[in-house]
């Protein structure tokens, strides 16, 4: 998914913009996206007890094959929304027929995706595996991936590409952004946490969590595609 279309025309806003941010998901078609993925996952839930009764390791099997390709669909979309945001979107768009992702696109985006964790990521998880420790060092690796890690996928989806991971350009643009992105990157840690650390802590129901951790985790897109939108001059990825 590459930015293709002409940014749309900058609309005042009527809300603070916290409030604003919060509201992206709030439109029918981000109602109707979470409304698919609770229709979905409960489908496949039921449908693997169904089948487990009668051919275990089919039913194990065939719920891992439909949960994987739902959690491609969420990321397909939170790359899309991402990608919206980027042109001046407000809020969660609707997915056309000729944008509706195949097979092959929810595998890629999801591949691209997990590929943005990992560049992050694998110093710390290379080093706790050899030393099997959660030292200084360890926290340091963390927090730099965690540091680099908006930036990188905010380039892998708006390019589409691995190549677009090259830590050159992405370092350059870090510089070019440096204080509004240590605010992005604040505001990403913020909902990160929200949704990694304290969501599950909390004693509510289990349907619910998934609901607002979906629903957190579009208004992280948002975010990251709005970077895109107010710092384009800086940034000049020539999109």
């Known amino acids: 998914m590459k930015i293709i279309e002409e940014p749309q025309l900058e609309v005042k806003r009527k809300l603070p913009w916290f409030i604003d941010v919060l509201l992206y998901p709030a439109s029918l078609h981000g109602i109707i996206q979470i409304g698919i ?16 009764s009668y051919a275990r390791h089919y039913g194990t099997a065939l719920t891992l094959l439909l949960h994987m390709l739902l959690i491609s669909y969420i990321f397909y979309y939170f790359a899309y929304c991402i990608l919206d945001s980027a042109k001046g979107g407000r809020r969660a768009p609707d997915i056309s027929l000729q944008h ?3 097979k092959g696109d929810l595998i890629s985006q999801l591949f691209l995706i997990l590929g943005s964790v990992a560049l992050c990521f694998c110093p710390a998880a290379v080093y706790y595996i050899v030393t099997e420790r959660t030292d200084l060092l360890f926290w340091i690796l963390s927090a730099c991936g965690m540091f680099f890690f908006p ?8 390019f589409d590409s691995f190549d677009a991971l090259n830590p050159i350009p992405i370092i350059s643009s870090i510089l070019s952004t440096f204080l509004p992105y240590c605010g992005l990157f604040l505001s990403f840690c913020i909902f990160a946490g929200f949704i990694a650390v304290i969501l599950p802590q909390l004693p509510i129901w289990g349907v619910v969590s998934s609901g ?7 208004v992280t897109a948002h975010i990251l595609g709005g970077f ?3 710092h384009k001059d800086k940034l000049d990825w020539g999109l």
């Open 100 to 102: 509706m992702p195949d």
């Open 228 to 230: 895109y939108w107010w």
């Open 151 to 158: 930036m990188v996928l905010l380039r892998g989806v708006l």
């Open 37 to 52: 993925f609770f229709f979905l996952s409960l489908l496949i839930g039921l449908l693997g007890r169904f089948v487990l």
């Open 212 to 218: 607002v951790r979906i629903y957190l985790l579009f």
